[in-house]
Every structure is written in C-alpha cells, then in structure tokens.
C-alpha cells in the first residue's frame, strides 16, 4: 500500500550545524524538507557551497535564493572593512550587546523570501534554525520577534489571505543550548562532519580532502563548547589541531 | 543663521506617479528623502532606469537594492511565461481578487531591505507607496499588513532594540483614489511627465526623445483614469496616441 506523501516544510538552511539539525528535526516530525539556501553576499561563501552539497548528499529538494547584503553593509560577514572576532570570552559572547558577525534584518529578509517561496511551492511550513540562547545577541533570534513575523505574514500573501493557508514559523532550536542540540541532532541520525560553521572567510580550503575551521570565530568557538558539554567528539578539523597533526 | 539639517526618510521609489507623488510629499512633511530603487528582475526593467534618472534629477540621495525575484516566479511582471493582463474593465480590478501582476511577497521583501538600510544610515521613517483603494486586490497594501510589518519590524533590528529607535512605516497614499494623489501631487509640484507606470515590459522605448507607454495595462488604465478624474491633462504618451500623432 502507498504511503500518503508528506506535507513539505521549506528550512531555512545554511549547512551549518543548527540548520542541518533542523532539516533532520522537520523530517522527524513527518515533513519533507525543502532546503532554502541562501547566498547573501557572506565572506565566507564557503557555507553555500557546503549546503548545496549536504542538500544533494540528503536527496533534498533544494533553492538557492542569492540576494546582495553586502551593498547593505554594516556586518563583519559581509563587510571587508570589520574583522570577524577571533577568541572572544563566552563572557563576552550574548551578554555583551550585539557582536558585529549580526547583519542588519537578516533573518527578516531571509524569512520574506521564505514567505515568497512558501505561497509559489503552496507550503505552510517554515523551519528556521535561531536560538535565543547561545546567541541572545540578535534581536532578530528572539521568540517575541518570530511571533510578530508570523502574524505580518499571514496578513501579506494570496495564499493565506485569499487561499486560507496559516502560515506556521517553527523555531524548535530557539531555547536550546548547543549542548542539546548536538544531542538531538546525533540522537536523529546527523551526521556533523559534514556540518560547516565557520565564519573567518580565511577558512574553509580543503587539506587532505576535509576542510579545516578556524576553531577562533564566535561559530566555532560556541561549536566546540557544545560538542564539550554534550560529551561527543567534535568531529571538526580546527586549525591548531590540524598543524600539530 | 543656518537651518537645521533635516531629518531623512527612506523612500521606496520606483518612479512611478504613486512612489514620485511619494517623494515630494516626505519633503513637504519635512523629512529629506533617500530614495530606494529595486531592482528585482522586473520584466520592465526601464522602470529602473527611469527612477535612477528622476533621483538624480532631483538631487536625491538614492540606493539600488538588486535582488533576484525572477527565480521565485509566480507574477506576470518577473516571469516570462505570463502575460502582463491588457484592456481590463475596471470593474475587473481590485474587486475581482488579486491579479497576476501580484509579486508573492514583494512589499515584505522590500520593506525587510528598507528596515536593513534603516538600521544602516540611522534612518526611523521608511515611506510606502501603497494603496488600498484602487488596487485593493493586493493582500500586502492593505492598513492591517502595514500595521503588523511596523511591530515586527520594532522587534528585529539593532537599531530599534538597542538603540531605542522607534521606526515608524508612512503610507500616506494607501486611502487615496488616483485622481486625488495627482491633484496632491500637482500642488506639491510634481511633474508627471518624468514618471513611468506601465507593467508592458515590451514599451518604454524612447520615440523622439520621449517613451511611450502601452495605455493598456492595468497600470496604464488607473493612470489614464486618475489624470481623467482628476481633471488634469495627462502628460504620458500611449501607444495609440503616438501612431495616430
């Protein structure tokens, strides 16, 4: 007997480690993720390049949507003008108001083209990967902020005005550490090898057929602590590790 | 003595009769306007070019904002395999749902840019051509849909989180009928002979040193209307006018 086709659910998806937890997270909870990739104008463009790849390895319905933010500015990610933070005390990261890596309305812009896709693909269902917890930084990663773009939403297309759908934003990473994450995501199967969280556009060449990270930047430095606190290895060539080896 | 520098305002321009009425009605409320032009794979692309010109005309500060809604599809103004409609009874517009010249989430993606620069150049104000009355078909120029976008937007950004801004949408044309933003514009000193309405993306070719606008599409149809409501002798060149000239 045929089983009844799932109910697609557009993820927001950079291959990073919490996007790529997400994509499992939608399927365990029966829906077939379409992977929006997003090339926004990032330094480190590396990211996309590991997305499409990890989409395609996971048979994947995927869309690259490219859009410039660099012309926009104003973020150590798009600008060559601001260095990406190397070594910060976790401390400093969250608490300390917001870091430069924050680019101004990302996830706004990135979840408006999720609302284009979603009426064109008729899906409901969206997936984005914030956490208020590891990064309290963004204002844009915070509960209060989602629920407000939920309801702008379902007031702005044909297919929730005209056609009835309610739109549905799922954050289910949005008050986890990273701890739990990695634990979640190992528990469903992920495999995070192939995961790429790098920021430092420096980063990302292959050496012997496996990328190194910086091991530096806010994103690996917040990686490696979770993988710490979750008592799993870190599967992550980081540079130190990679010239000592 | 000299004046006090005036406060900007980013203004969504398209050089259209609404968004160039627009212009001239932030001056008039004080505000110096920062012209945003999208250049988002529009079939009639001219429209561009025409903003980009009458910016600078006026001696405006402008910034184009390139971004790629042609790959999202699903609108008769970005996609080659729908017809721009032609020669529709009025009766047909804005009561007869949307048409196919709807974008899926255009005004969300354009102000989620807007709020972007906003937080960049320091700017509160963003002003909106939006109008609920003679294009009541699209679910994104409806009061409501401003509303909902003003509160997210008070919640997404560094600029409004930390620094205490509090940014407010202007959408000053959104009640209005055509004729009464032409005769607003008049008496502002708007000279509608620079601006240009039609969707066709097969016009706006100069002839004799001046375009010619096809008088067919819907644009076209509550332009000509507006200017014949408003008493006003309407400057553009249409197709027919210019063969039988």
Known sequence: MPSQPRKKA???FS????STTLLWIAR???FEPVALIFSYGQRHRIEVEHA?????EMGLEHRAVELDLRSVGGSALTSEELDVPRDRPESEMGSAGIPPTYVPARNTIFLSYALAWAEVLGVADIYIGVNALDYSGYPDCRPEYLEAFEKMANLAS???VEEGARLSIHAPLIRKTKAEIIRWGVSLGVNYGKTWSCYDPRFGAGKGGKAVSCGRCDSCLLRRKGFREAGIPDPTVYEEVARSG
Chains 1, 2 share one sequence.
Do not use: K
Request: proline content about 0%; cysteine-free.
């Open 52 to 56: 499409r790849a990890l989409a395609e």
């Open 158 to 160: 044909r297919f929730t």
């Open 10 to 12: 557009l993820v927001l």
């Open 15 to 18: 291959g990073g480690l919490d």
């Open 28 to 30: 365990s909870e029966d």
